[in-house]
């Protein structure tokens, strides 16, 4: 349960960061560097095991990727209009990851 609510949490702050990021300058900033590469690893990790366990279809370990490099392209100084919507799905997923592993009970 907390290592689902770390990871909803985290999805949250991507999103968080990424939807800032059309507001303000976030390029040459060591945090969402660290961020861009926690989401980068995440989303690999997420749809590697995904595919050995035989699902292809793993949308939200997909997202992760994508935020890893929105995150690494805010980072260098691009940032683009339609970054704040995929922050805002970002958020909604970790508000679901937060949620479902509470709900789901697990300890």
């Given at each position: 349960?907390?290592?689902?609510?770390?990871?909803?949490?985290?999805?949250?702050?991507?999103?968080?960061?990424?939807?800032?990021?059309t507001?303000?300058?976030?390029?040459?900033?060591?945090?969402?560097?660290?961020f861009?590469i926690?989401?980068?690893?995440?989303?690999?990790?997420s749809?590697?095991?995904?595919?050995?366990?035989?699902?292809y279809?793993?949308?939200?370990?997909?997202l992760?990727?994508?935020?890893?490099?929105?995150?690494?392209?805010a980072?260098?100084?691009?940032?683009?209009?339609?970054?704040?919507?995929?922050?805002?799905l970002l958020?909604?997923?970790?508000?679901y990851?937060?949620f479902?592993?509470?709900?789901s009970?697990?300890?």
């Open positions: 349960m907390v290592f689902v609510g770390i990871l909803g949490i985290l999805d949250m702050i991507f999103g968080a960061v990424l939807a800032a990021s507001f303000a300058d976030m390029a040459s900033n060591g945090w969402v560097l660290i861009a926690i989401a980068l690893i995440k989303g690999i990790y749809v590697v095991a995904a595919a050995a366990a035989g699902f279809l793993d949308v939200l370990g997909w992760d990727l994508l935020a890893g490099l929105l995150l690494l392209l980072y260098w100084g691009f940032a683009f209009p339609f970054f704040l919507y995929i922050g805002i958020i909604l997923k970790g508000l990851s937060f479902v592993g509470f709900i009970g697990e300890h």
